[in-house]
């Protein structure tokens, strides 16, 4: 400290940079080893893409200075992400559609996204699941029973993000068209827009009959390869985290129980998910992504 604050009354803010320190200096600049590391290994290594000794070694280097630049630079050559651009002639037309009935509820209307999640399985473990403990997590054996599954159709209200939901064992235009009378006993008065993607159950003849049957319904349809449009899916993220994936069931009864009582628990502290993005912003992000990868 008291060096620090000779340095300050001796030269002001500039003595508190750091001077040059003594020691061997960097043999290869940190800005050298990134634009190596964006670069395609050679073809004679047959690999997809860079590790640090690998680099090192062709740079004459230790790894640990490889290691320093990437995480100066945030560059992480083992991480892939998938991707995927929707080929939906009616792009700007359904995202405009869409993200308008997050944006702007409609008066005297209901706005629903709806989906099922299907191939649910009832997952018995072999031994008895350790609980927690004091600085060691929950701990279930790998080895498993499987002793069913079930489908869940769900719709989440987009104002409220209260869920209505029913369980079957199949996922059938049947089985659909059932949900969807659900949902109609559920909400008897209103007028209902429906959000959902563009599963063949959704588009058999028998639904389209019962819904054009039904005038104060009225279908969305996401883009194709688009399900972040329908935000039942997030939901369906939460239930598998929270209630699902380290559950224990020894039959389907068991399974569809616990997702009653997950949402009967979830509706009375819900919140709707805030949708951030204008369309205008969705289609820009878009464009400039699809032309960041075509190549010239």
């Known amino acids: 400290m008291i060096t620090w604050q000779a340095r300050y009354d001796e030269a002001g803010m500039n003595g508190l940079v750091d001077e040059p320190r003594s020691g061997r200096p960097r043999m290869i600049d940190h800005r050298k080893i990134v634009s190596e590391t964006l670069m395609p290994a050679p073809k004679k290594l047959g690999v997809t893409?860079?590790?640090?000794?690998?680099?090192?070694?062709?740079?004459?280097?230790?790894?640990?200075?490889?290691?320093?630049?990437?995480?100066e630079y945030g560059v992480q050559p083992w991480r892939s992400e998938?991707?995927?651009?929707?080929?939906?002639?009616?792009?700007?037309?359904?995202?405009?559609?869409?993200?308008?009935?997050?944006?702007?509820?409609?008066?005297?209307?209901?706005?629903?996204?709806?989906?099922?999640?299907?191939?649910?399985?009832?997952?018995?473990?072999?031994?008895?699941?350790?609980?927690?403990?004091?600085?060691?997590?929950?701990?279930?054996?790998?080895?498993?029973?499987?002793?069913?599954?079930?489908?869940?159709?769900?719709?989440?209200?987009?104002?409220?993000?209260?869920?209505?939901?029913?369980?079957?064992?199949r996922h059938r235009h049947q089985e659909f068209l059932v949900f969807l009378k659900h949902v109609a006993r559920a909400y008897p008065d209103q007028e209902l827009h429906l959000v959902m993607d563009n599963y063949a159950t959704h588009k058999k003849q028998e639904v389209w009959e019962w819904l054009a049957a039904k005038p104060r319904i009225h279908v969305h349809f996401t883009l194709t390869s688009a399900s972040w449009m329908n935000l039942v899916e997030v939901w369906f993220g939460i239930i598998e985290r929270q209630a699902i994936h380290r559950g224990t069931f020894l039959n389907v009864r068991e399974l569809t129980a616990q997702i009653r009582d997950f949402i009967n628990g979830w509706n009375p502290r819900a919140q709707p998910f805030i949708w951030r993005k204008t369309a205008e912003q969705i289609l820009a992000e878009a464009d400039?992504?699809?032309?960041?990868?075509?190549?010239?």
Request: contains cysteine; positive net charge; proline residues 5%.
């Open 82 to 169: 998938t991707f995927k651009f929707s080929t939906d002639p009616e792009l700007v037309t359904k995202v405009t559609d869409i993200v308008g009935l997050h944006l702007k509820p409609m008066e005297n209307a209901i706005a629903l996204c709806v989906d099922e999640k299907w191939q649910i399985q009832a997952l018995d473990r072999t031994a008895p699941t350790l609980p927690m403990q004091i600085g060691i997590p929950e701990r279930q054996t790998h080895n498993y029973v499987r002793n069913g599954t079930t489908t869940l159709f769900a719709a989440l209200e987009i104002a409220t993000g209260k869920v209505t939901g029913i369980c079957r064992t």
């Open 49 to 71: 893409h860079w590790s640090t000794r690998l680099l090192a070694d062709r740079l004459k280097i230790s790894n640990s200075t490889v290691a320093e630049a990437w995480r």
């Open 288 to 296: 400039r992504r699809k032309t960041s990868r075509t190549p010239h």
